[in-house]
């Protein structure tokens, strides 16, 4: 079956500083890729839809310049969380849909924490 | 804006009991309903979707318009089954998907 995968898996960071998560199709083309964020115990919360070629969609209260999304090929998209704070730690899971069928398959996530 | 809502954060039963996880949504328009899964330390994976009307691992989900809900059900708790199970709608191409905040299912022996 298709494979999204998420790298890296755990980052651990200082404050101030850019993390890059990648996220990457391994078997199928993903014209779209969204970016969600999990608080633990919590439900996913969709960031913004990457689209490749063009500019990310970015949902109600989401900084776009604290979260840059660039979507470059048809197989990666990556999230950059800039001068990242403690309150940016959480788990940030990617999922790609395959153009043909539609179907959705999910990263396995990447837990960021910022001391 | 559409709304998934998930009333149980915990559903526990017994080995070989029946399930029944609640799922209730808002959304003007017709929906696309799924059921996602996430077993312990794995990613979230699909169980199945409204308009495909399978059974999968022997669940099943009926969309119900009237009562806007979308129940996932299994007559028959496994013990493999105990995992988060998360209930998501997709408003209408795009697969941009609104999450209910997950029940978890704890089957015991």
């Known amino acids: 079956g298709a494979v999204v995968s998420q790298h890296p898996s755990w980052v651990i960071c200082k404050s101030g500083t850019s993390v890059k998560i990648e996220c990457r199709s391994l078997d199928f083309q993903a014209t779209t890729m969204f970016w969600y964020r999990q608080f633990p115990k919590q439900s996913l919360m969709l960031m913004a839809t990457?689209?490749?070629?063009?500019?990310?969609?970015?949902e109600q209260g989401v900084e776009k310049d604290k979260f840059l999304i660039n979507h470059a090929s048809l197989t990666l998209s990556t999230l950059t969380v800039t001068s990242a704070h403690p309150e940016d730690s959480s788990f940030y899971i990617c999922?790609?849909?395959?153009?043909?069928?539609?179907?959705?398959?999910f990263g396995e996530g990447s837990r960021l924490t910022v001391l | 804006a559409q709304r998934v809502t998930q009333p149980e954060k915990l559903l526990s039963v017994f080995k070989g009991a029946p399930v029944e996880l609640k799922c209730n949504y808002s959304?003007?328009?017709?929906?696309?309903l799924f059921w996602y899964v996430q077993y312990s330390r794995q990613r979230l994976q699909l169980l199945l979707r409204h308009i495909s009307r399978e059974s999968i691992k022997g669940f099943t989900a009926d969309l119900n318009k009237g009562e806007t809900s979308f129940h996932l059900k299994k007559p028959f708790a496994q013990e493999e089954d105990s995992a988060m199970y998360y209930c998501?709608?997709?408003?209408?191409?795009?697969?941009?998907?609104?999450f209910g905040t997950g029940t978890q299912l704890k089957v015991e022996l």
């Open positions: 999922s790609g849909g395959r153009a043909d069928t539609g179907e959705l398959f």
């Open positions: 959304y003007s328009g017709s929906p696309e």
């Open positions: 990457s689209n490749e070629g063009s500019k990310a969609t970015y």
């Open positions: 998501a709608l997709n408003p209408g191409g795009g697969n941009k998907l609104t």
